[in-house]
């Protein structure tokens, strides 16, 4: 099996934009109402790269950011869900881009949603794809749970050995391409500690989800060990729309034809008048 190359797509645009800690790097696909992406982590913006032609080819403009301290993000001073959601307001109103519609997929949701309930104007949708609602007990026994070591083996065995545990802890039906991106992305962000699998517990994503005012989906995928949380999520928000996947956390990368599906239904969904088209086409 031939594995990827991180580096461009065809037709691809990448660039940076300042936020809060410095650079933000993103890709850019397509023209059209804009869509942004935000990663899980500790991955990038490549976590994207089969749904990106996807949304372009349905007539979006569909932008992944790279989140700070993440893919060729600048690091933070101080890392957080408040940081991250700060970086993708930064990149919105950089770009023009407001009011965009934002999917963030699991600790990217945290990120997503605390975007939209503190800047409602920037965000015009939203999509929280297996994002984390967790208690206050739930969040307390993950703190320090994902060893943060990045340290470089002078034999290469870091990369198997990392390859090894991405295999042991992650989802049982990941193909090798979303281990190897999980495992090459994870060392190509450098020695920051503090990644986002360290923050996702210290937020509490029950305050932003009763904020939150902009329409909403919950995507749940049935083997994602996040499962629950779309039932949690549906229950805290009735009104949201929900959908299910039959997969894991990597259908993005692995199932990217039933994952864009119920994406696709939410965005045909989102209110399309001429004051909203204007907004969407700026750039």
Request: aromatic residues 8%; proline residues 8%.
């Amino acid at each position: 099996m031939t594995l990827p190359i991180l580096t461009a797509l065809p037709g691809e645009r990448r660039g940076y934009v300042d936020g809060p800690d410095g650079q933000l790097h993103y890709r850019s696909l397509g023209e059209g109402v804009p869509v942004v992406l935000v990663h899980q982590a500790p991955w990038a913006s490549i976590q994207f790269r089969h749904v990106l032609p996807m949304l372009a080819q349905s007539g979006y403009r569909a932008i992944a950011l790279d989140l700070p301290a993440h893919g060729m993000s600048d690091p933070p001073a101080r890392p957080g869900i408040e940081v991250y959601a700060a970086a993708i307001g930064a990149l919105i109103e950089q770009l023009h881009l407001a009011p965009a519609v934002v999917i963030g997929h699991r600790g990217g949701g945290l990120a997503a949603g605390h975007c939209a309930a503190r800047s409602p104007e920037l965000v015009a949708g939203l999509v929280l794809d297996n994002a984390p609602l967790l208690s206050a007990a739930e969040r307390e026994a993950r703190i320090g749970r994902f060893a943060d070591d990045q340290q470089i083996a002078p034999d290469g065995s870091h990369l198997t050995d990392r390859w090894a545990w991405v295999r042991r802890v992650g989802d049982a039906d990941w193909s090798d391409e979303t281990v190897h991106i999980a495992v090459v992305t994870y060392f190509a962000h450098g020695p920051w500690k503090e990644h986002g699998h360290s923050v996702i517990p210290r937020h509490d994503f029950e305050r932003d989800v009763a904020r939150i005012a902009c329409p909403t989906m919950i995507v749940a995928s049935r083997t994602d060990p996040l499962f629950e949380s779309g039932a949690r999520l549906r229950a805290a928000r009735p009104d949201w729309s929900y959908a299910e996947l039959p997969g894991g956390p990597g259908m993005v990368l692995d199932r990217p034809a039933e994952w864009i599906m119920p994406v696709r239904e939410f965005l045909r969904a989102m209110p399309r008048d001429a004051a909203c088209k204007k907004r969407f086409t700026r750039s």
